[in-house]
């Protein structure tokens, strides 16, 4: 056989390969040509926690529905910051999506500050009745003049006070210095119940605890639970003083570069990740309190609760005018 012959009998014996090699060529270039982001998701609580286990639940909606196209990925931990940094994050879009407590958006959007008022809600059912109402929905839009627009509220429970040591009154309280979240209402209703507020964020309470630079703190019983406040502050005592829900949100900037479709996307994903994260929350909420009576806590019920709630009406008062409009729709609700 001549060298001629050669060469082109091996490229016959080719000429298939470059045919199957070129058609698999076209469709992993159709793939690539689908356009692909992926976000970054921030939150502070630990990967098992109703917040976080909800945000995946969110990004996997999103994930679904777009066939792939937007991806989020979710950094629980503190990972991305603490809840201060990542909001600032979010307002510059270098994160995309967070999961925030409602109190410290109060500084950001006056509107949110009447959710951390102590008493508002009768209960549960009135706080949601209140939060799915125009007024609750608004609040999430208004957002957006801080450079972040809200898709859904989370369930938070009931916060209520923890100490290092037995605290069984409202005379028992006063001098004493308490943990609070960055959040002028809060620190109101503490100075009026005659103790000291300790503006703190969330991770170093358990070392303030431990070392004695706070005497308590306040939260709900899934977050005294695993943030491990109780092995240095044994003593809870049932105020139920807040029903602040928590927030999902994203960066303006991130929204305003998405399409209308996948806006719509991103709102029902979120409104159903929010209602499976209200199920899930009564679970682990219950949960929270029996292992915490387990391992010793002492939980004290509040004797005269008239009391409280008489001793921060002037915290009340205090934002009865800034608050009106939103107070009115809370009183609408409420049966």
């Not at 199957?20 to 976000?39: E, N």
């Not at 809200?150 to 004493?176: Q, T």
Request: glycine share 4%; net charge positive; with cysteine.
């Amino acid at each position: 056989m001549t060298i001629s012959r050669l060469i082109a009998a091996l490229l016959c014996m080719m000429l298939p390969i470059f045919l199957i090699s070129g058609c698999d060529t076209k469709i992993s270039s159709k793939k690539r040509d689908v356009p692909q982001v992926t976000f970054l998701l921030a939150e502070n609580q630990g990967p098992d926690y109703p917040t976080t286990v909800s945000s995946r639940k969110f990004a996997d909606l999103v994930y679904r529905r777009t066939q792939g196209r937007i991806k989020i990925d979710v950094y629980p931990s503190a990972q991305l910051g603490d809840e201060k940094v990542a909001i600032e994050q979010i307002q510059i879009g270098a994160i995309d999506f967070m999961r925030v407590h409602s109190s410290p958006l109060a500084e950001f959007n006056k509107q949110f500050a009447v959710l951390s008022l102590p008493y508002i809600f009768d209960n549960e059912e009135h706080m949601w009745r209140f939060l799915e109402s125009e007024m609750g929905i608004m609040m999430l839009n208004n957002l957006s003049s801080s450079k972040m627009q809200g898709l859904a509220y989370y369930d938070n429970g009931a916060r209520s006070l923890y100490f290092r040591k037995p605290v069984d009154s409202l005379e028992a309280l006063k001098g004493l210095k308490i943990r609070v979240q960055q959040n002028k209402v809060t620190m109101d209703m503490i100075s009026a119940w005659g103790a000291s507020p300790i503006p703190m964020q969330y991770g170093d309470t358990l070392n303030s605890l431990q070392n004695g630079v706070i005497d308590g703190a306040e939260n709900n019983f899934p977050s005294y639970f695993t943030s491990k406040h109780y092995q240095y502050a044994p003593y809870c005592l049932l105020s139920k003083h807040q029903r602040a829900p928590e927030v999902l949100l994203i960066s303006k900037l991130t929204w305003d570069k998405l399409s209308s479709d996948d806006q719509m996307i991103i709102r029902q994903s979120a409104k159903e990740a929010a209602q499976f994260q209200r199920k899930i929350w009564h679970t682990f909420e219950k949960q929270s309190e029996d292992s915490l009576r387990r391992a010793g806590v002492k939980i004290i019920e509040v004797d005269n609760i008239k009391q409280w709630h008489k001793a921060v009406k002037p915290v009340l008062t205090k934002y009865q005018k800034t608050l009106n409009k939103e107070l009115e729709a809370i009183e609408k609700v409420r049966n």
